[in-house]
């Protein structure tokens, strides 16, 4: 147990709905990064949040958005889903100085599937 | 952009036998990562290699950070079937990770 929760655990949902992912860190960890992992894809960085603000953004479409609490807790929302959409979204967190070459603890994922 | 490449891409071994997979950049790499994920589960990290011609081990596993920094390797001595998963190196640049596709291992009991 890496101390990073995800929920849901799955998510089935249709084409063109909206959905809200959430990941609460390890305690005490400042940094959030979300990741999609698909088969063909491998794991994609989509966006880093250090304490509330956006780090840096990697390969997140203009569909997607995110945002970091003032408790810490993070959402990745996903908007008019496509089916390419379907994958497993990891959430990591880290301590420290915020930085990526910290320490980054995965949590378990949610698996999203649009029909 | 930025990208780090591994190979193989599948590995089948015998247990007992040796196993090594490679991660390639085709830039100077600050620093590389390696984590490991089994089927079904989370990537879980397992070391950061910083310095040039860097090499750490951890039990049967010994991690290796090319003297140009631009290649590195994890090396398995004598896999078991815990070994089984997915291994992949991370770069990390200006507050992004990128990963490597990964190095799929199967290890045949």
């Known amino acids: 147990d890496s101390g990073v929760t995800q929920t849901p655990k799955h998510l089935i949902t249709a084409t063109g709905q909206r959905v809200t992912l959430r990941c609460s860190p390890r305690?005490?960890?400042?940094?959030v990064y979300w990741y999609q992992q698909s088969l063909d894809q491998g794991l994609q960085f989509l966006i880093h949040y250090y304490n509330g603000e956006e780090r840096a953004k990697g390969n997140i479409l203009e569909r997607f958005s995110a945002q970091q609490f003032p408790d810490l807790h993070s959402e990745l929302n996903l908007s008019s889903l496509e089916l390419g959409d379907s994958a497993l979204y990891f959430c990591?967190?880290?301590?420290?100085?915020?930085?990526?070459?910290?320490?980054?603890?995965f949590g378990p994922g949610t698996r999203l599937t649009v029909l | 952009g930025q990208q780090v490449m591994q190979i193989p891409q599948y590995q089948h071994v015998q247990e007992g036998e040796d196993f090594t997979t490679y991660c390639n950049s085709s830039?100077?790499?600050?620093?590389i990562q390696w984590y490991k994920q089994r089927p079904g589960g989370h990537p879980v990290f397992l070391i950061q290699?910083?310095?040039?011609?860097e090499v750490k081990k951890q039990k049967r596993l010994t991690f290796q950070f090319g003297e140009a920094k631009k290649n590195s390797s994890l090396h398995i001595t004598a896999t078991q079937t815990t070994d089984v998963g997915t291994y992949f190196c991370a770069q990390t640049s200006y507050d992004k990770v990128i990963f490597g596709p990964g190095t799929s291992l199967s290890v045949i009991p």
């Open positions: 830039t100077t790499l600050s620093n």
């Open positions: 990591a967190s880290s301590g420290l100085s915020g930085g990526p070459t910290d320490t980054q603890y």
């Open positions: 290699l910083v310095k040039s011609g």
């Open positions: 305690s005490g960890d400042l940094s």
